[in-house]
């Protein structure tokens, strides 16, 4: 492969268009993941079933209808579960695999139904690019599966402590197994609680500033102190852009350099927006981190990723996308 996508060297194989395919591709990694290899002329595929289990889907909807403007972008409705997956992943010389039901203290109501989202889709997937001949994968996977306490790098022990977390590792473990036996190579990427314009409306971040928009209560689940590395929007869609054209096989730590306890992010969310948070506290929920603070050591080393905005600017950004009247005031 050759080529150059926002910098990154991914581009071409021989005269033919890279063609990637990425599932999600209406959440909220995999919408601006495929909108940053649109821009630069990248035919993208993409996957979504607008699952509604944790949160509408109207907003993915509104992501893919800004992706169908351009050109080179073909959709697929496919649930990863039980479709058939040859139509998208055939023709893509790579796949991005950000399809999977996320959140830690949900996961705990219905493990089955995260178990069908993140392990049985992901080996559904896998077995279609082994059939198709599609030869490497990014798959999206989390901290969570580091446990309580993510704190390091690669080599931190796994136990994570949530059906959640259970249910990535597991499907870390098919990739790999698949990896192992020669029959593709992927990249895993860990991604650290990523944010910024488009968060998940489930997101801490995204709830604080509604919250304070709205003039509601905001419910923080223990005493705020949990602390979290952060990855903004855009370095976690260049990590999977980056990781596209890297092979051989390789598990990579994707955070920002900062780690930051929740209630100081609110306090900086509340001087950002001039207007204090009306909170809440309920005890701390089950299976929650404690702490994650990653290294990106080997990302920045293998992968040529650094993280570029940090925690500041970015909840900026994030919270001038919810309240355009503050960012115009900024302007």
Request: charged share 20%.
């Amino acid at each position: 492969m050759h080529g150059n996508v926002h910098g990154y060297k991914i581009g071409k194989r021989m005269n033919v268009a890279l063609t990637v395919a990425i599932t999600g591709c209406a959440g909220f990694i995999g919408s601006k993941t495929a909108q940053l290899l649109l821009d630069d002329g990248v035919n993208v595929i993409g996957i979504d079933c607008f699952s509604r289990d944790l949160y509408p889907a109207e907003p993915k909807r509104d992501s893919l209808a800004a992706l169908l403007k351009y050109p080179h972008f073909t959709f697929h409705e496919i649930d990863l579960r039980n479709d058939d997956l040859a139509v998208a992943v055939a023709p893509a010389d790579a796949v991005i695999h950000f399809a999977a039901l996320a959140g830690l203290a949900p996961s705990w109501s219905n493990p089955d139904l995260y178990r069908s989202h993140n392990v049985d889709a992901t080996r559904r997937l896998v077995e279609a690019m082994i059939d198709s001949g599609t030869a490497h994968l990014v798959h999206a996977s989390t901290s969570s599966v580091y446990g309580r306490e993510a704190v390091g790098n690669e080599e931190l022990e796994l136990r994570p402590v949530s059906p959640y977390g259970e249910t990535k590792l597991a499907a870390e473990a098919i990739v790999q197994a698949a990896t192992e036996s020669g029959e593709l190579s992927a990249t895993i990427l860990r991604y650290f609680s990523v944010y910024g314009p488009g968060q998940r409306p489930d997101m801490a971040y995204a709830k604080a500033i509604q919250a304070i928009r709205d003039d509601q209560e905001m419910c923080i689940t223990g005493d705020g102190s949990q602390r979290r590395s952060n990855t903004f929007i855009d370095d976690a869609a260049r990590a999977a852009i980056l990781s596209v054209g890297k092979q051989p096989s390789a598990t990579f730590n994707i955070c920002g350099d900062e780690s930051i306890a929740l209630i100081d992010a609110i306090r900086h969310i509340e001087r950002l927006i001039g207007k204090p948070a009306r909170l809440t506290f309920t005890p701390r929920a089950r299976g929650d981190q404690t702490i994650t603070h990653g290294d990106s050591t080997k990302a920045s080393q293998l992968l040529g990723w650094r993280p570029t905005t940090d925690i500041f600017d970015g909840l900026a950004q994030q919270i001038d996308s919810m309240i355009p009247t503050l960012a115009r005031q900024r302007s």
